[in-house]
């Protein structure tokens, strides 16, 4: 492939990751956050940092957001070794296991979100945006 089917490609992929992202912000803020409220209320025991977070940012479109990051999070985090464990005692327990396929309600949109908005930011630093 010559460099301008490179940089045509790279416009292309950058455009859809972003357009492709906001839309999957948009339906993680909107209709998978039944899912996600109700895996935070299974997780966020009373007086931890979720439970905190809850009350603090509330149900506007950015409180929805940062609920849904730290639920990630705390997903994310608590598998790391040696640290893990004290970032899931801060954060809140599981004390009950939640399935699987309400953990992926959380996980997997945030997931793919994320990935695309690498390929965003790649694909800028490509075509020279932040030169």
């Not at 985090?77 to 699987?100: K, Q, S, T, V, Y």
């Amino acid at each position: 492939m010559s460099e301008e089917q490179w940089t045509e490609l790279a416009a292309i992929t950058g455009a859809a990751s972003l357009g492709l992202g906001i839309i999957l912000m948009f339906l993680m803020v909107t209709f998978f956050f039944r899912k996600t409220e109700e895996v935070e209320r299974r997780i966020a025991t009373p007086g931890k940092q979720l439970d905190s977070i809850r009350i603090i940012w509330g149900n506007g479109p950015i409180g929805r957001w940062m609920r849904i990051s730290h639920v990630y999070i705390f997903f994310l985090f608590r598998n790391l070794p040696r640290i893990g464990p004290r970032i899931e005692a801060r954060m809140g327990d599981e004390n009950e296991p939640l399935p699987l396929s309400l953990k992926m309600w959380v996980i997997l949109p945030f997931s793919v979100y994320a990935v695309l908005m690498v390929l965003f930011f790649f694909t800028g630093w490509y075509l020279g945006a932040y030169d």
